[in-house]
């Protein structure tokens, strides 16, 4: 009986959390992140190339700019300051190319559908980006997510686990 009592307990709690948690993780949760896309300028199987090898230029130039940000705010100063570094790259890169459009780079606040990268869902709703824009940028994008760092994840060794503190306490629990 006196287990009943716990379990029952724990799962009102358990679910008076997971009501507060989908209430305030609208807003939060897309605050949290940090986007990156990359736009290609049509959908031709020539523009969605360069826009791949755009997107190599771009993370292997970010990844040094962002390794050392511990906060949102800091990654999206570190992408402010080097703004105009990051176009040249790619309008240098695509000149050499043999493109005659060029590059656009901006961080903005845009509305994005709901995505999944690499097992996190990323609910639909309003997020600060990195905004690539290749010439019309009319074509498919890529994307990723540089705050956290989940871009450079599968490239510099880090495993990136998320956990749920109170499932873990609840399989303890039963576990004993």
């Given at each position: ?6 379990i029952?307990v724990?799962?009102s709690i358990?679910?008076a959390?997971t ?5 305030f ?6 605050s949290a992140f940090?986007?990156?896309?990359i ?7 020539v523009?969605?190339?360069i826009?791949?090898q755009?997107?190599?230029e771009?993370t ?6 962002v390794?050392?940000c511990?906060?949102k705010?800091?990654?999206m ?5 080097n703004?105009?570094?990051i176009e040249e790259?790619?309008?240098t ?5 043999g ?6 780079a901006a961080?903005?606040r845009?509305?994005f559908p ?5 097992g996190v869902t990323?609910?639909a ?18 994307w990723?997510?540089?705050y956290?760092?989940l871009?450079?994840?599968?490239g510099m060794g880090?495993?990136?686990q998320y ?6 306490i609840?399989?303890n629990?039963?576990?004993?």
């Amino acid at each position: 009986m006196k287990k009943v009592c716990i379990i029952l307990v724990g799962l009102s709690i358990l679910t008076a959390v997971t009501i507060l948690a989908v209430s305030f993780m609208g807003e939060s949760s897309h605050s949290a992140f940090l986007r990156l896309h990359i736009r290609a300028n049509s959908n031709t199987t020539v523009d969605q190339n360069i826009k791949y090898q755009i997107k190599e230029e771009v993370t292997t130039f970010l990844t040094p700019v962002v390794a050392n940000c511990h906060t949102k705010d800091e990654s999206m100063q570190a992408v402010q300051n080097n703004l105009k570094n990051i176009e040249e790259l790619i309008n240098t890169f695509l000149q050499k190319s043999g493109f005659r459009y060029t590059a656009r780079a901006a961080l903005k606040r845009e509305e994005f559908p709901t995505r999944v990268y690499e097992g996190v869902t990323l609910p639909a709703g309003v997020y600060d980006a990195l905004i690539i824009e290749l010439g019309t940028g009319k074509g498919d994008n890529w994307w990723c997510v540089l705050y956290p760092p989940l871009c450079f994840a599968g490239g510099m060794g880090v495993n990136i686990q998320y956990r749920v503190k109170i499932w873990e306490i609840i399989q303890n629990f039963f576990a004993n």
